[in-house]
């Protein structure tokens, strides 16, 4: 027996499929990018061997991140994706540096252990008729906890924080996925379809949830990965 859905559905259905398919683009640029930069020994030691240019790297994406966040009503469609792709890029050059850290098997591995629990939880932020709100709050409370502990952890190298920060960040991550896809199932607009405005929401929900699944990578790669 077949299912109607309503045309509400099917739009809701198609912007779902928009954010996790910018979603996947900029993981998969992230990763070319990142491969490129690790097997070329000039881009190696031009970010890594000078520790301003891996910062300026850093912050650049920091600010790109934050003006496209809050300048996203004002632009234009294009230049949201342009600035969109060139975080994923730029990510790409600073992250390179876990293929001259880790083994190639283990950041592998790894990646299909984030693909499997982000896969999970955005499923269940999706289909659940809970409202993840106050467990976003939560989450969100969390995160802010361990970017303060870890800004203090970069001056004293406490082992112990490392590893607390390490735990919590994945029970945070894991959160947010959840509650950001429900988030994004509720941002939607219906009747813009096609719009400026609706593929603006979707680069948006594709950022949010692609943050979600760099940071749930790279904390699981503190535990899984195998250094070299």
Do not use: H, P
Request: aromatic letters at 16%; a neutral charge; charged letters at 15%.
């Amino acid at each position: 027996m077949s299912i109607e859905l309503s045309n509400e559905e099917l739009e809701q259905r198609s912007f779902i499929t928009k954010v996790y398919g910018w979603m996947s683009l900029a993981l998969v640029i992230t990763g070319i990018v990142a491969i490129f930069t690790a097997s070329s020994s000039i881009l190696v030691d031009f970010i890594f061997g000078n520790r301003w240019v891996f910062y300026a790297l850093l912050i650049s994406e920091v600010v790109l991140v934050m003006y496209l966040a809050a300048a996203v009503k004002k632009i234009s469609a294009s230049f949201a994706t342009l600035a969109f792709i060139a975080y994923a890029a730029l990510n790409g050059l600073t992250i390179s540096v876990i293929f001259l850290v880790f083994t190639e098997a283990s950041i592998a591995s790894t990646f299909f252990i984030t693909a499997g629990t982000f896969g999970i939880m955005s499923a269940y932020g999706y289909f659940t008729k809970r409202d993840l709100t106050g467990w976003g709050e939560f989450c969100l409370m969390g995160l802010v906890g361990i970017i303060l502990a870890s800004i203090v952890n970069f001056f004293f190298l406490n082992e112990t924080v490392y590893w607390v920060t390490t735990y919590i960040g994945i029970i945070v991550f894991i959160g947010l996925t959840a509650y950001d896809t429900q988030k994004i199932k509720k941002m939607n607009v219906i009747g813009n379809e096609g719009t400026e405005e609706d593929r603006k929401e979707s680069i948006i929900g594709a950022l949010t949830l692609y943050l979600d699944f760099i940071n749930l990578f790279l904390y699981l790669l503190r535990i899984f990965g195998r250094r070299k």
